[in-house]
C-alpha cells in the first residue's frame, strides 16, 4: 500500500500561449487559487504545494494560506518542474494537478490515485476524459490516448486514432494532463532520454511507452476543460455559473 499522497500543481507565468495565465482572475480567485484549493477537497490527499519558478505566483499563494516550493526556471515540462520540487518533500506518491484546469473536479484526483491503493505494480497514471465528438476527434490540440483492454495506454498521438475503418465505440479518449507518479518512478521518467514520438508529437507522456514503461488509464465521467488562451476564460465562468457541481464548489473554495 502507498504512503503518503502529495497533489502538486506545477506554475508559471511564461506561457507561450497565454503569458501570465496562473494569475488570470476567474470568479473572484486567481486561477491558480481554483486549483490549488480545490485539491485540497480530495480524499486521501496528505498535502498540496505549488511548484513555481516566479515570485509573483508564490506570493498570491502564500497570501492564501497556501505552500510552495520554489524551482528552476529552465524546465520547459510540467513533470520536470514536479519531479525538482517532489526532492524536497516526502511522499511516496505525486499527483500532478495542473495549474491551469480551474474547473478540477478534487474527485478526479481521488480516481487518479486510487490505483496505487489497489493494483500491483504501478507506476504511473494518467486521468482520461470523454471526447466530445468528432470536433474534439480531430483536433490536434486535444492528445488523444488509445487503452488496451485492462486500462493500460496502448498509444498517444494528437492525430485521430484509431482510424474508424468499421463504425463502433473504440476506447479512445482525452489524456487531461492530470497524472499521478510513484515518486521514485518519476525521477526515473524525467532522467529518461527523450524520444522520436515523444518528440514529433509533442506528447511528453509518449516517452513512457517508448522506452517500455506501462501507463494505466482512469476515465472519469466529466469533461475536463483547461484554459490555454485567454478567450477560454469567458467559457470557464459561464461553466460556474451554469453548472451545480461547478458552483457549489466555487462556494466552498472562497468561503
Known amino acids: 500500500?502507498?504512503?503518503?499522497?502529495?497533489?502538486?500543481?506545477?506554475?508559471?507565468?511564461?506561457s507561450t500561449r497565454f503569458p501570465g495565465k496562473p494569475l488570470v482572475e476567474i470568479a473572484g480567485l486567481p486561477m491558480?487559487?481554483?486549483v490549488r484549493r480545490r485539491a485540497l477537497l480530495a480524499e486521501g490527499?496528505?498535502?498540496?504545494?505549488?511548484?513555481?519558478?516566479?515570485?509573483e505566483i508564490a506570493q498570491v499563494v502564500r497570501a492564501g494560506g497556501g505552500a510552495v516550493v520554489m524551482t528552476a526556471d529552465t524546465h520547459e515540462r510540467?513533470?520536470?518542474r514536479v519531479a525538482e520540487a517532489m526532492n524536497s518533500l516526502e511522499g511516496e506518491v505525486v499527483v500532478v494537478a495542473q495549474g491551469d484546469e480551474p474547473l478540477l473536479l478534487p474527485?478526479?484526483?481521488?480516481?487518479?490515485?486510487?490505483?496505487?491503493?489497489?493494483?500491483?505494480?504501478?507506476?504511473s497514471v494518467t486521468l482520461l476524459s470523454p471526447l466530445e465528438g468528432?470536433?474534439?476527434?480531430?483536433?490536434?490540440?486535444?492528445?488523444?490516448?488509445?487503452?488496451?483492454?485492462h486500462g493500460y495506454i496502448m498509444l498517444y498521438s494528437r492525430a485521430p486514432i484509431p482510424y474508424f475503418q468499421k463504425e463502433g465505440d473504440g476506447p479512445v479518449y482525452r489524456e487531461t494532463g492530470i497524472r499521478a507518479f510513484q515518486t521514485d518512478f518519476l525521477q526515473t521518467y524525467v532522467k529518461l532520454p527523450e524520444t522520436p514520438l515523444e518528440q514529433i508529437e509533442a506528447v511528453d507522456m509518449m516517452?513512457?511507452?517508448?522506452?517500455?514503461?506501462?501507463?494505466?488509464?482512469?476515465v472519469t465521467d466529466g469533461v475536463t476543460l483547461g484554459v490555454d488562451h485567454p478567450e477560454e476564460v469567458e467559457r470557464i465562468e459561464q461553466e460556474l455559473?451554469?453548472?451545480?457541481?461547478?458552483?457549489?464548489?466555487h462556494a466552498k473554495i472562497i468561503a
Open 1 to 14: 500500500m502507498p504512503g503518503k499522497c502529495i497533489a502538486v500543481v506545477p506554475a508559471r507565468m511564461a
Open 32 to 34: 491558480i487559487e481554483h
Open 45 to 55: 490527499i496528505d498535502e498540496v504545494v505549488v511548484a513555481t519558478c516566479d515570485e
Open 78 to 80: 510540467s513533470t520536470e
Open 107 to 123: 474527485g478526479d484526483l481521488e480516481l487518479v490515485a486510487s490505483p496505487f491503493h489497489k493494483l500491483e505494480g504501478i507506476e
Open 134 to 149: 468528432k470536433v474534439d476527434f480531430d483536433n490536434p490540440n486535444i492528445v488523444k490516448a488509445v487503452c488496451d483492454q
Open 207 to 218: 516517452r513512457l511507452r517508448e522506452h517500455g514503461h506501462q501507463v494505466f488509464g482512469v
Open 241 to 249: 455559473r451554469d453548472d451545480s457541481q461547478q458552483r457549489e464548489l
